[in-house]
């Protein structure tokens, strides 16, 4: 089964010059073109780089293709500007892939097992590899226990019991750091992840925006990914701990790109009667599970048309065309 997938690999330079470090993890994604059966694509797509990175990584990754954002940015708009770029040069993928920096892969199959599990099964809008450290299972899929409450090994017991890959619930989260997008979702949307946030919270929203299109979020049960935790810092570059400190009435949950809050956008009847949550694991706000049916798919139709215009940003919020970047194409592999 030939496919086509593209994989943003997503590094910043805001807090840490990770240069001699970005390569370990560039080599994982490197070995995968040794079995991957169709065409796939590396953009690496870095943002308040040290001028010496790119040059460095480029002279060892000829291969890959890179884009360097001037501007400060959320990772969300840097990876959307970063698959937007390799549509327009090599037209539309199968999946789009969401890498962070840290993030590990230790055999050279895993983009094409998962390529292929989303391949055989077109229900799936998102798929997710699971992630050893820094899973949030417990927590955000409010699954687990045990002595000290958050047991991460109790909860993958619970989702993998059954065999299967874990489908999430509408409402439940977990942290994705290596993370395949739909070309459905893609094209429903016009971009893969939702940007309305600074920093913060997005997987809380994931299991919305495949649903309300009759879509599954799913979490892979066969390929499990490494991670170095916080390599370069979450929400590096946006202040998000000083968000913190700003409110601490609303902690890390309201940290909006564009306006004073983005609350509004969940906090009221219309979203509330159309099924839409967010941050459910703080009851933040909780969803009507009446506007869901047993395969948690949405029943109404409204749902992905206010994700549409709520939660993506709109052109007059913020205009992707006026990102200022270079981008400079790989050697063809």
């Not at 796939?40 to 990584?57: E, Q, S």
């Not at 001037?70 to 990772?75: C, R």
């Not at 299991?207 to 892979?220: D, P, R, T, Y």
Request: glycine fraction near 8%.
């Amino acid at each position: 089964m030939s496919k086509r997938c593209l994989i943003v690999y997503n590094i910043a330079g805001y807090r840490h010059d990770n240069t001699n470090k970005y390569p370990f993890f560039m080599e994982g994604i490197k070995r995968q073109f040794q079995t991957f059966n169709g065409e796939l694509k590396i953009i690496v797509a870095g943002n308040g780089l040290r001028p010496h990175t790119f040059p460095y990584l480029k002279k060892m990754y000829p291969e890959f293709d890179y884009i360097d954002i001037k501007d400060n940015l959320p990772v969300n708009i840097t990876f959307n500007k970063g698959v937007l770029e390799g549509v327009k040069r090599y037209g539309n993928f199968d999946s789009y892939v969401f890498f962070t920096a840290d993030a590990l892969l230790t055999s050279n199959n895993e983009i094409e097992g998962m390529t292929t599990n989303m391949a055989n099964n077109p229900n799936i809008g998102m798929y997710s590899a699971q992630i050893d450290v820094d899973s949030c299972y417990a927590y955000g899929l409010k699954l687990g226990g045990g002595r000290f409450v958050i047991d991460d090994e109790r909860a993958r017991y619970e989702m993998f019991k059954d065999g299967t890959d874990y489908l999430v619930p509408p409402g439940r989260a977990c942290a994705a750091h290596v993370n395949f997008y739909s070309d459905y979702l893609f094209r429903f949307y016009g971009r893969c992840c939702p940007d309305i946030f600074k920093g913060y919270c997005t997987e809380s929203i994931f299991s919305f925006i495949n649903a309300a299109i009759k879509k599954h979020w799913a979490i892979s049960k066969d390929f499990l990914i490494k991670h170095n935790a916080g390599m370069d810092g979450g929400s590096c570059g946006q202040d998000a701990e000083e968000n913190r400190i700003l409110k601490p009435e609303t902690g890390g949950y309201d940290h909006p790109f564009y306006g004073e809050t983005l609350l509004p956008i969940f906090q009221n009847d219309y979203a509330r009667s159309i099924g839409l949550g967010y941050e459910e694991c703080q009851n933040i706000v909780n969803h009507d599970p009446s506007q869901f049916d047993e395969n948690y798919f949405c029943i109404n139709e409204e749902l992905k048309e206010y994700i549409k215009e709520n939660l993506y940003l709109q052109k007059h919020q913020f205009d992707y065309d006026d990102i200022n970047f270079d981008y400079e194409e790989g050697w063809d592999v």
